[in-house]
């Protein structure tokens, strides 16, 4: 019988109601395992012998990939997959799949969502109309979104839903983007804008929809901050690292940036005396950007077809890697 294990904490607070992956594999004939509380040696025991591994923001590292001798599939349950080494995955002809599609409208309206709340400050107004305070002079300036410029890092899905989104509020979009084609561009009406240097001083908004990677990685820092507008407005959606938190938290106390909404921070979930927790120009949601109802219920469902598809023997739908299915096909 095909084992699966699943591991990472977020995973188990995400869906703590296990029951459904047992039964879904078990149309399969599969069985499911759960690595709750287990080291890194421990989990490389369970994934040994395991035909797939299933996390959410669980490290997989080129070692724990090494040892796992009858795998089929690397599976994360979430549109991101910066935890697993993809690279060490492809040398070794694991297929990695993750779940792009399930919480797309969401992400946007929430990215959409803190934009209109910095920019009408409504992180500075709920605190003081608590008190009994009515009038907003403590609050101005506010201004009108006509006429200011947008900018979007990443037009994959979420970035295009963002666009689609925003555009009716009568800004100008920028976007940088160096992997889609031209013709997405012009599709969304959306101004390219090839060197992320060029599109930073262009922007009264911005709002970041790329992944973690490499080259992402810490992508916004003081050398770039110090190139936005002054009195620019700062959204994340996507992934905290993107973002050099230490500074952000200058900019922001220097005023340079009016105000950052994140969604998301480098370590989740953070200390209680994490400095852009307390920071009064930031508004930070807990990592809550994918959540509905139904994208909950979409996320386990769409996880769990591309995992009994693997495992039945089909191609996978949403693999990060397909040149290892080139590879096996040679």
């Not at 002079?137 to 963002?162: E, H, N, V, W």
């Not at 240097?197 to 970041?208: F, G, H, R, T, V």
Request: proline share 5%.
């Amino acid at each position: 019988m095909k084992r699966v294990v699943f591991a990472g904490d977020r995973l188990f607070r995400k869906f703590p109601n296990r029951q459904y992956f047992a039964d879904r594999l078990q149309e399969i004939g599969a069985a499911c395992e759960f690595a709750d509380d287990v080291d890194e040696a421990g989990l490389q025991e369970m994934a040994a012998t395991a035909a797939a591994l299933v996390v959410i923001d669980r490290r997989v590292s080129r070692e724990l990939l090494q040892g796992m001798k009858n795998v089929e599939l690397i599976m994360t349950l979430s549109v991101g997959y910066d935890c697993v080494d993809v690279a060490a995955a492809s040398e070794l002809g694991i297929p990695v799949s993750n779940c792009p599609t399930y919480c797309v409208d969401e992400v946007a309206t929430h990215a959409l969502t803190l934009l209109h709340a910095v920019a009408r400050k409504l992180h500075q107004v709920l605190p003081q109309t608590e008190t009994g305070t009515w009038y907003i002079d403590y609050a101005k300036p506010i201004f009108s979104f006509q006429g200011k410029t947008l900018g979007i890092i990443g037009l994959g899905r979420i970035g295009r839903a963002f666009a689609r989104k925003a555009l009716p509020m009568g800004v100008t979009i920028a976007a940088y983007d160096p992997y889609v084609d031209d013709d997405v561009f012009e599709m969304l009406g959306v101004t390219r804008v090839i060197d992320l240097e060029e599109l930073l001083p262009q922007c009264d908004y911005l709002s970041i929809h790329a992944p973690l990677t490499a080259e992402t990685f810490h992508m916004i820092d003081a050398r770039r901050l110090a190139l936005m507008k002054d009195g620019a407005y700062l959204i994340n959606t996507a992934r905290g690292a993107i973002i050099h938190e230490a500074d952000l938290l200058e900019a922001l106390q220097a005023g340079r940036i009016a105000a950052a909404a994140l969604d998301v921070l480098e370590k989740e979930p953070p200390a209680p005396e994490h400095p852009l927790l307390h920071q009064p120009r930031a508004l930070i949601t807990p990592h809550m950007a994918w959540y509905s109802e139904e994208s909950y219920l979409k996320n386990q469902q769409l996880g769990m077809q591309e995992l009994t598809r693997v495992l039945s023997g089909r191609r996978p739908q949403y693999i990060v890697n397909p040149q290892v299915l080139k590879s096996h096909n040679q």
